[in-house]
């Protein structure tokens, strides 16, 4: 049985059987004016954070969300596009898909302003999306990418970056760990469905970002997700594991690299009104500018004695 078949199996028997410890995350819930969840979505919240930005959810926007659990995040996101299959839901597992509709029904009685048809719920597969070209403002997903080996998780990207349009959003959730995992964590196919073993580092979480043509690269939050211990898993060492959020957005790739924020922050407090870099970024005395880890290196090597860069904060 391949890892991807065992991946659906899992699955399948989360959508019968709701298992509120499947994933752990530590985001709190969003709460907004109106919108209720039923219990029923929070059980079958499978996933590691969030992918609910309200910055990302302006104008109506056209939605993609792929792996749709018990459909929360596609309630929340329908909160923002209140329009005819303004969402888009896609999943490989039917159960899930039949389960998901049905949750649909109890949202509709708790929220009134909740069409179900606001959602349109696809089966299709992650590594070939039953969605057009160029068509979504915002695609997101949460801990499922994490699942995929190397070349599937490529391939998952690929489409996702397909999908959207010009300046759209990727935004994800998924678990990382900066150590190693032995090969034996990594060949586990049930530990790779359960969002355990198929952890990568940061860096190579957002290498395969741009490898795709995503030009900037916002790191949102770092949490703590889950320990792997000698005692239950078969690893000799602690594995610290972290959940992040990130949004990718399909912007051209600039000439001299992504562009990837991690909550840098230029301060400029020198005796001038101002300072310009000359490379396009003009910092007004004493307020705070937000730049990308590439500026904020190249700002600290100008060795300026009135420039203060902030260390990386994420949340």
Same mark, same amino acid.
């Given at each position: 049985?391949?890892?991807? #078949? ?6 399948? $028997?989360?959508? !019968? ?5 499947? =994933? ?23 996933? =590691? ?18 792996? %749709? ?8 996101? @329908?909160?923002? @596009? ?10 490989? %597992? ?12 109890? /949202? ?16 299709? +597969? ?16 949460? =801990? ?19 999908? !959207? ?13 900066? #150590? ?9 196919? *049930?530990?790779?469905? !359960?969002?355990?073993?198929? /952890?990568? @580092? ?8 741009? $490898? ?7 790191? *949102?939050?770092? *949490?703590?997700? *889950?320990? !792997? ?7 000799? $060492? ?5 959940? %992040? ?10 000439? +001299?690299?992504? =562009? ?12 001038? +009104? ?7 970024? %003009? ?33």
């Amino acid at each position: 049985m391949s890892y991807l #078949q065992t991946t659906k199996n899992v699955y399948k $028997e989360a959508a !019968l059987r709701p298992d509120v410890g499947l =994933c752990c995350t530590t985001t709190p819930v969003w709460q907004f004016p109106g919108l209720s969840i039923p219990k029923i979505m929070q059980e079958m919240n499978y996933g =590691c954070g969030s992918t609910v930005h309200p910055r990302d959810l302006i104008n109506n926007p056209k939605i993609l969300y792929v792996g %749709v659990g018990g459909g929360m995040e596609l309630l929340q996101f @329908s909160y923002f @596009s209140r329009q005819k299959e303004g969402v888009i839901g896609v999943d490989v %597992v039917d159960e899930m898909l039949e389960a998901c509709q049905a949750n649909f029904e109890i /949202a509709k009685k708790e929220n009134e302003w909740f069409k179900p048809d606001f959602v349109r719920l696809e089966k299709g +597969d992650a590594l070939s999306l039953p969605v057009a070209t160029a068509s979504v403002d915002v695609a997101a997903q949460n =801990c499922l990418f994490n699942i995929f080996k190397t070349d599937e998780l490529k391939q998952a990207l690929r489409e996702m970056y397909r999908v !959207l349009k010009p300046h759209g959003r990727l935004v994800m959730s998924d678990p990382i760990c900066e #150590q190693t995992m032995n090969e034996f964590l990594r060949a586990d196919d *049930r530990l790779r469905a !359960l969002c355990l073993s198929g /952890a990568l @580092s940061l860096k190579e979480y957002i290498d395969c970002l741009t $490898e795709v043509g995503f030009g900037t690269i916002e790191i *949102r939050a770092r *949490r703590p997700y *889950r320990i !792997l211990d000698p005692a239950h898993y078969p690893t000799k $060492e602690n594995l610290y594991i972290e959940s %992040v959020e990130v949004c990718a957005i399909k912007d051209p790739m600039p000439s +001299d690299g992504p =562009c990837i924020f991690t909550g840098k922050s230029a301060i400029y407090y020198g005796t001038e +009104d101002y300072f310009d870099d000359k490379k396009g970024h %003009v910092l007004l005395k004493n307020q705070p500018l937000a730049v990308c880890d590439k500026t904020a290196s190249a700002l600290a090597n100008l060795n300026r004695k009135d420039l203060y860069i902030s260390p990386a904060t994420f949340h």
